[in-house]
């Protein structure tokens, strides 16, 4: 963040040539600037860059207001929030006005009259963008006031009439003049709510308890909203629909690139999670979103994924605290972990009650074994898979360390499938390749060419039955 200007008054704004623009205006301008300068307006979003940015763009170029629909965990929020990133770092406003209004149009009697008095020497303050973005969850028990505004009891009991347009308590949308205000879960909004919406969305003023203030609102409404049909908690009602210009329709990343970008940007990891573990789960999460057993009109979100690889994390951590060891690195044996906390962040058709953990064993075991077979492409374990069957038994688990699991791998002569198996995946470590080989002796358990047998508390790889 840099400095916010100087300048302190509206004659030393117009001195520096300032020039006022309307957010859309704003909006527009900053984006072309990005765009044509090579910049990324849009940092932090995955799997959208062919699909919902450039509707979002054309959008924003066309000055819409946007609704984004989509199943949860999609990033709809997130891609509202970057829309701050667009707005002038720093703008003025009349110091002290209560809706922010720039100090050469303001709006409401209170700076209107200041204006008029003061004259060029009308205090100016300056906003950040930050400052300029309001964000509000639609609940059922968000009220007129909230979002419009209402009669302020304090300010008639002061002593101003009733019908002074200065007893005007005004709410999120009036107060987000001159900025952006991002209405979350749109369809949760009562339809009466929505109704109050109808004149700031088109007309651009609002009305309060039989005043009619004609505040001519620069303001850019955006919604998020779950699809109906999952829902059936309310609906966006037609002319509230129909005043949003765009109206954009999200989707999970399509790329397994884009889903794991997700995973490592967003998880908050308490220990090492390898890139084939990440990859695992974003291919257990992708196969999730194509189950039939799964109910899709819910989505598996996003958050699932990130869930599960911090899950994953915390179990490395505490095997690794409980068992002396110097790091901490994630392994195949700790999914089992996450399987055990995160089922309920999926939703089940109706007819798989009962089958649920068998569903997502199902699926976990095809994603380790299309991980396995990609990343280990090439290697010839024909020497593990003899040894193991010569009788050779390798012990893993929840609480069993690094190093004594590497200890329990047969003894393979002179070959170097180990360190093979380590340099695919630039392990170094103990725990990166204890980790390492560990997924490797799943991928051959998943491909049927050794046995494993687990009891919940121990697992042994061996002998194929």
Known sequence: MTDAPDIATVSQLRAAGHHARGVREELRENLLAKLAAGENPWPGLHGFDETVIPQVERAIIA?????????????????????????DEWTPVIAGSELGEHP?????????????????????EWRHRSERYAEKLATPDTSVADLIGDVDPMKVAEGRHLGDPE?????????????????????????????????????????????????????????????????NRGRIITPLKDRFGAEIRTHYPVALVDEVAVIGQEAHLVATVPPFLTEV?????????????????????????????????????????????????????DLTAALDVLGGKVEFESGEEGRERAVLDHLLRLASAETARETFRG??????????????????????????FLAALPDLG?????????????????????????MALEGLYLAKRIGKDTDGRATLYGESA
Request: charged content about 25%; cysteine-free.
């Open 63 to 87: 000055g819409h207001d946007i609704v984004l629909l989509g199943e949860r965990g999609q990033g709809k929020t997130r891609l509202l929030r970057t829309l701050v990133g667009l707005l």
């Open 104 to 124: 050469y149009d303001p709006i409401t009697p209170a700076s209107i009259r200041r204006a008029a008095e003061l004259g060029d020497h009308l205090p100016v």
């Open 167 to 231: 007893t005007i308590h005004f709410g999120l949308i009036p107060r987000s003049h001159r900025g952006i205000v991002a209405i979350n879960e749109l369809p949760d909004l009562a339809e009466r709510i929505q109704v109050a919406m109808l004149n700031v969305m088109e007309e651009r003023d609002i009305q309060i308890r039989g005043y009619v203030l004609r505040l001519p609102l620069d303001v850019l409404v955006v919604a998020s909203a779950n699809p109906e049909d999952y829902t």
């Open 281 to 333: 789960l974003a291919r257990f999460t992708r196969h999730l979103r194509a189950s039939t057993a799964v109910d899709q009109r819910s989505g598996v979100s996003a958050r699932f994924s990130i869930a599960a690889a911090e899950t994953i994390a915390a179990a490395a951590r505490h095997r690794a605290t409980r068992q002396g060891e110097s790091e901490a690195v994630a392994r195949v044996v």
């Open 379 to 404: 290697i010839d374990f024909r020497l593990l898979v003899e040894a193991l069957a010569g009788g050779a038994l390798v012990a893993t688990g929840g609480q069993v360390a690094a190093g004594e």
């Open 414 to 438: 002179n070959s170097s499938l180990y360190d093979e198996v380590a340099d695919r995946v630039d392990a170094t470590t103990t725990g990166e390749r204890a980790s390492a080989l560990e």
